[in-house]
Antibody, heavy 121, light 107 residues
C-alpha cells in the first residue's frame, strides 16, 4: 500500500519560512514523479511544484525563487522549503505522486492528507 | 497557460440521477485530461486519466470522454458517496492547470 504523510505546516508571519515534509512509503521518491499541490481556503487546486529524475524541477510562477522542492532518498521523503512567505500562500498543501501506472508527470494518483499553512501577522 | 473551464460550477441532483460535468480547454490538449473527486476535508482522488481511462477501484458508473478541447465526466447513477467537488486538470503542458471545480450537491 502506498502512503504519503505530510507534516510541517503551521502559522507563520509574512516574510517567514516553513519547511514541509512528506514521508512516502510504498513508492520510491527517486523513481516517482513527486509534487506539491495546494488549495487556498474555499478555493480550487493549484499545482505548486514537481520533481523527478532527469529534469529541472517545476515551480508555478508565483513561488519561483521562494520555494525549493527536494527529496531525500535515504529517508524516502519529499520536502518543500518555503521562504519569503506571503499571505496568499495560505493553503492546505498536499504531497502527491505519480505511481508507475501514470502516463505523464502531472498525473497524480496518490495523495497525502494535506498539511495546513497559514501566513498571517 | 491553458485555461480550463468547467460547467456548471455547481449542480443539485438526487440519488440515482445521471450527472454530466463539462470541461473545456482553451487550446487543444489531445487526451491529456484528468478528473479528480474531492470530498469535503479530504484530499483529491484521481478518477479518470487520459480523458477516459478509469482508475483501478473506481466504480464503473463513472466515465470520461472527449478529446481536443471538450471533455465530459459522467456519473451514470449518482450514489450518496458521490456528492463531492469534481475537478478537471490538463497534463498536456506546463503549468498543469485545473478547472475551478463542480460541486455536486444533494437535491
Amino acid at each position: 500500500e502506498v502512503l504519503l504523510v505530510e507534516s510541517g505546516g503551521g502559522l507563520v508571519q509574512p516574510g517567514g519560512s516553513l519547511r514541509l515534509s512528506c514521508v512516502v512509503s510504498g513508492l520510491s521518491v527517486t523513481n516517482t514523479y513527486m509534487s506539491w499541490v495546494r488549495q487556498a481556503p474555499g478555493k480550487g487546486l493549484e499545482w505548486v511544484s514537481l520533481i523527478y529524475s532527469g529534469a529541472s524541477p517545476f515551480y508555478t510562477d508565483s513561488v519561483k525563487g521562494r520555494f525549493t522542492i527536494s527529496r531525500d532518498s535515504s529517508k524516502n521523503t519529499l520536502d518543500l522549503q518555503m521562504d519569503s512567505l506571503r499571505i496568499e500562500d495560505t493553503a492546505v498543501y498536499y504531497c502527491a505522486g505519480g505511481s508507475p501506472k501514470v502516463t505523464t508527470a502531472f498525473d497524480a494518483d496518490v495523495w497525502g492528507q494535506g498539511t495546513t499553512v497559514t501566513v498571517s501577522s | 497557460d491553458i485555461q480550463m473551464t468547467q460547467s456548471p460550477p455547481s449542480l443539485s441532483a438526487s440519488v440515482g440521477d445521471r450527472v454530466t460535468i463539462s470541461c473545456r480547454a482553451s487550446q487543444d490538449i489531445s487526451s491529456y485530461l484528468n478528473w479528480y473527486q474531492q470530498r469535503p476535508g479530504k484530499a483529491p482522488k484521481l478518477l479518470v486519466s487520459a480523458a477516459s481511462d478509469l482508475q483501478s477501484g473506481v466504480p464503473s458508473r463513472f466515465s470520461g470522454s472527449g478529446s481536443g478541447t471538450t471533455f465530459v465526466l459522467t456519473i451514470r447513477s449518482l450514489q450518496p458517496e458521490d456528492f463531492a467537488t469534481y475537478y478537471c486538470q490538463q497534463s498536456f503542458s506546463t503549468p498543469p492547470t485545473f478547472g475551478q471545480g463542480t460541486k455536486v450537491q444533494i437535491q
